[in-house]
């Protein structure tokens, strides 16, 4: 049985407006998100034990980093690449959900501010993803500590490269404890718009426009990312990766009313038949990005809850067996 739309995320859609896509330059998409971030509906952020902006070095370059401690102590370390269509999104427009995850998740998080297209289109934010992750892992004294776990999450676009990066670290290290992909973009070949490839997964039709994120979006935003490059590679299409196989254990939300849906779905599946551990989240009436929309929806409160603790217990397993 399909579930309808949560009646909330209804009410809140019509006011998700960009304009016409084919007008919007990447300012403009950037100060929008900026702007939803900043609104008075939103709820207050609440207050961590400590954050802090610093850099760590990167491939051209430092990469801005925002730092939220929840607790004094040691704790577990999670890198959090941020959302927005690689174009769009940066440490403010995220600030609330990271928050909230280091605070439920008991863990250190390391937002990451890769470099963004079309200034720097890929494999730049992969670059400075991988970059950031290995610099954390390898010193973990000056973030959760020394001796913890260290786990990786994103969502959207950042869930994308998060993906990537978890890939690229089960060859080369650092050891990962766990991947938290919330609605993941996992296929961008032929741009969005390769019939061929869409009908693989059927919501790219269901839901192409009328959600907040549409296609159009999407084909303007990958566009903008991979700019002359393969977008069959890996890298930017973590579900054609040649194997997925020792990956560490996985939370992958979707949303129903959401474009990318059948492709994470997808990603989960190809996880699972690898011998991933896989935890799966559908996101039964929501829609692309819901965990923004937490304080304008008890439902939306409710999945975004169950999807943190998801995490966390991987997380918790992971420090457990360290100390064994």
């Known amino acids: 049985m399909t579930t309808p739309l949560d009646p909330h995320l209804a009410q809140i859609l019509p006011m998700l ?24 509906a939103n709820p207050p952020p609440p207050p961590v034990a400590d954050v802090r902006d610093t850099n760590v070095p ?45 605070l439920e998740l008991e863990c250190t998080i390391v937002a990451v501010h890769y470099r963004r297209p079309p200034e720097a289109p890929f494999p730049a934010a992969y ?28 969502d959207s676009s950042g869930a994308n ?20 992909l919330l609605y993941p973009v996992t296929d961008v070949a032929g ?10 997964f059927p919501s790219r039709q269901e839901n192409a426009t009328g959600y907040f ?23 930017v299409s973590p579900l054609r990766a040649p194997s997925l196989a020792d990956l560490p254990p996985a939370v992958v939300c979707t949303a129903q009313y959401d474009l990318l849906r059948d492709e994470g779905r997808a990603y989960a599946a190809a996880l699972r038949e690898a011998g991933v551990q896989v935890v799966e989240h559908l996101g039964d009436g929501l829609v692309h990005a819901y965990l923004a929309m937490e304080g304008a929806s008890p439902a939306v409160g409710a999945e975004a809850k169950r999807v943190r603790a998801s995490f966390k217990t991987l997380i918790a397993h992971a420090s457990r067996a360290s100390r064994d």
């Open 213 to 235: 994120v549409t296609k159009e979006l999407t084909q303007w935003s990958v566009g903008h990312y991979v700019s002359g490059g393969s977008d069959v590679d890996p890298r």
């Open 58 to 102: 990167g491939p051209a370059g430092t990469i801005p980093v925002r730092v939220y401690r929840s607790a004094p102590g040691p704790q577990p370390t999670v890198l959090f690449f941020h959302g927005g269509g690689w174009v769009g999104g940066d440490l403010d427009t995220h600030d609330l959900v990271v928050r909230v995850l280091a």
């Open 161 to 180: 490269l998060a993906a990537a990066v978890t890939f690229a670290c089960t060859v080369e290290g650092p050891k990962l404890a766990a991947q938290l």
């Open 191 to 200: 741009g969005f718009k390769d019939e061929a490839v869409n009908a693989r």
């Open 127 to 154: 670059d400075d993803a991988l970059e950031a992750t290995r610099h954390v892992a390898t010193h973990l004294e000056e973030f959760g500590g020394a001796g913890q776990p260290v786990a990786i999450a994103g």
């Open 17 to 40: 407006q960009y304009g016409e896509v084919a007008q919007l330059t990447p300012d403009a998409w950037r100060g929008f998100l900026r702007a939803l971030a900043s609104s008075p």
